[in-house]
């Protein structure tokens, strides 16, 4: 960093009052710090490392007190950054600004095969930290684990699972897999079943894989219970809100079998709680089905999340969740991006691949191509849909994807369509045909907040008596 640099650096915190991600400041006025090894250690965990500003007063309205003894305070923090593992090599840029010295130590990441960066005082465990906005927050255990887990290539879906045998494992899928495997790969073609299964994998110490469970199971969750799906459709576009009859979901379930099973069993539910309209081409008068989302890329979003998330026992009590909201789908998997990759490089380089094993049995099977094609597959399936891109969300051990609707109402409040809604009603319409002439894929939702409010204030009424009853029309009064 150059000074001028760090003047504009100290320029943007004192205007924002506040420190940030990869920014901390510290008063230090006599070259003397406090201890750092927290902050060392999660600029060290982060992609984009960090910069101590020593020289400004936090308490004080961000005052620049300055530091007395440039040369004390490089030496205390250099002091500091070999207590830690591996050491930290600070870099420091001097500048004066308004007669004061303010220092500023740049902090670099540290390469991911060497995370966490520990205070070898407090140890791996307790001494791991991650920077959570402009706090210094202690690692989980977890998240100290998938850092020594890629380190060590630990692969967990080929842990034995100790109380299975082989014959929890259903025969036909067995066969198809077998089948497949001997007519794509010559040299497994020639050997007995049980050093195919052996080689691939499907067994270990004469027990099936969890691996095995998960794609030839004949029930996976009699032996790990969460490993498999939470699915909601959720009446608003929060976890808690209720429709007009006191309900937190529309759909609740949950989806459990094979991972083919649960990417079935997935997109139904997606289907039964979304709209699909049917629309007439203009020019050639045929008609097409449409839905809320695109289905190859809800279905590459669950199929990642399947195929990649941690199936270590640090996760396995953690299903994956598929939550439809009103104005959003998300879907969210236990273990966030595995090794190098990061969400500016997703869908841009090969990356590495946390299990191997299923997702290579996967391409066998014909269900997935195993060709790191499915973010640009998501990307370019929604921009044809009309959606905006989706977000990629990496937060501490889970990742998720959102797929937003565009919504044709824009006033929550439904103030803009108000008029438009009563003119509608003066013929009794049903939920679905109000939601529809709103643009709202989800029904309890249009009735909630555009509908409600109208018959609160006396504006609609109700042909039955009972709010919930399937023959309910609203009218206008």
């Known amino acids: ?11 943007k915190i004192k205007n924002a009052k506040a420190e940030f991600q990869t920014v901390e400041v510290k008063r230090s006025q006599n070259g003397v710090t406090e201890k750092l090894y927290d902050t060392l250690s999660s600029f060290s965990n982060q992609d984009d490392g960090g910069v101590i500003v020593f020289g400004i007063y936090e308490k004080n309205d961000f005052e620049i007190t300055g530091v007395n003894d440039v040369q004390l305070l490089q030496k205390r923090v250099m ?19 308004g007669g004061r010295n303010v220092v500023a130590a740049e902090i670099p990441p540290v390469d991911i095969t060497e995370r966490p960066c520990f205070y070898k005082g407090k140890g791996r465990i307790k001494g791991s930290y991650i920077r959570v906005g402009d706090a210094d927050m202690p690692m989980s255990e977890y998240e100290v684990y998938s850092y020594e887990a890629y380190r ?10 100790e109380r299975a045998a082989m014959s929890s494992l259903d025969e036909n899928k067995l066969s198809e897999y077998l089948l497949k495997l001997k007519r794509n790969k010559a040299n497994l073609s020639k050997l007995e079943d049980e050093k195919i299964f052996e080689l691939m994998s499907v067994q270990k110490e004469d027990k099936p894989t969890l691996a095995a469970q998960m794609l030839f199971g004949l029930y996976p969750q009699a032996y790990f219970p969460q490993l498999g799906i939470i699915a909601v459709s959720v009446p608003g576009t929060e976890i808690g809100e209720t429709d007009i009859d006191g309900s937190r979901f ?18 139904a539910f997606v289907r039964k709680n979304t709209r699909t309209k049917t629309i007439i081409d203009p020019d050639t008068g045929k008609r097409r089905d449409r839905s809320d989302y695109p289905v190859n890329s809800v ?3 669950v199929l990642n999340a399947l195929v990649h998330r941690d199936y270590s026992i640090h996760t396995e009590g953690m299903p994956i969740q598929l939550r439809i909201f009103a104005d959003r789908l998300e879907i969210t998997n236990p273990g966030g991006l595995y090794g190098r990759l990061s969400i500016d490089t997703l869908g841009k380089i090969q990356p590495d691949t946390r299990n191997p094993v299923i997702a290579t049995a996967l391409e066998v099977l014909n269900v997935t191509e195993n060709r790191y094609s499915g973010i640009p597959t998501i990307l370019r399936e929604c921009k044809a849909h009309g959606l905006p891109d989706p977000e990629f969300v990496n937060l501490r051990g889970e990742f998720t994807v959102i797929f937003r609707l565009q919504e044709s109402v824009p006033d929550a409040a439904g103030n803009d369509r108000t008029a438009q809604l009563l003119e509608y009603c003066k013929t009794p319409r049903s939920r ?6 709103l643009g709202l894929s989800s029904v309890t939702y249009a009735i909630k907040t555009y509908v409600q409010p109208l018959i609160d204030s006396g504006k609609i009424g109700l042909t039955e008596k009972k709010a919930s009853s399937q023959k309910q029309r609203y009218f206008a009064k």
């Not at 060590?152 to 699972?161: A, G, N, S, T």
């Not at 459990?256 to 099973?261: A, D, N, V, W």
């Open 1 to 11: 960093m150059y000074e001028q640099d760090l003047k504009k650096l100290i320029e």
């Open 152 to 161: 060590k290539k630990y692969q967990d879906e080929i842990r034995p699972v």
């Open 250 to 267: 529309i759909d609740n379930q949950r989806l459990e079998g094979t991972i083919p099973e649960m990417l079935d069993r997935a997109l």
């Open 432 to 437: 679905k045909e109000i939601a529809d002439f």
């Open 299 to 301: 279905r590459e979003a």
């Open 79 to 97: 002091e500091q950054c070999e207590q830690m593992e591996p050491a930290v090599r600070a870099v420091f840029t001097v500048a004066e600004i």
